[in-house]
């Protein structure tokens, strides 16, 4: 018997999106991400399937790919969780949201609360809905 290989890290999370561009557009504004041109993902006639954001903060990177299908079949399943220092760190998300500057969402309940494990949706406008959750107390397996 061989021995188990060990990973040495995520290379990067995909995320199904219905939207590339909307999409892309979301990220900028509420995350300040910006899309590297770069790593741009297209087709052999040139058409463009998957873009990489550069998110400030993340540890890993986020491709964004085209998939309306895969992207429609994962309501309801956790969506990706943004780390945030405290509790009272995403009440400056919200102001964020709240923005002329943030395009119009579903997600978050005003004014309600973040759940009991701290975090809040946020739901992106072509892709799964977001979570932030504080660094200390609730974590997920």
Same mark, same amino acid.
């Given at each position: 018997?061989? %021995? ?32 590297? %041109? ?104």
């Amino acid at each position: 018997m061989s %021995a188990r290989p060990v990973a040495r890290g995520l290379h990067h999370i995909g995320i199904p999106v219905s939207e590339l561009e909307r999409t892309t557009a979301w990220y900028r504004s509420v995350l300040s991400a910006r899309r590297l %041109a770069e790593f741009g993902h297209v087709t052999q006639d040139g058409q463009l399937f998957a873009v990489i954001p550069d998110v400030p903060g993340a540890d890993v990177p986020v491709e964004l790919r085209l998939d309306p299908a895969t992207a429609g079949r994962r309501a309801g399943f956790d969506p990706p969780t943004l780390t945030v220092t405290d509790r009272a760190e995403p009440d400056g998300w919200i102001r964020h949201h709240d923005t002329p500057d943030v395009p119009p969402h579903t997600g978050h309940r005003r004014p309600g609360r973040p759940s009991p494990g701290g975090s809040r949706p946020r739901r992106c406008p072509a892709s799964a809905p977001h979570r932030r959750a504080p660094r200390t107390g609730h974590r997920t397996p």
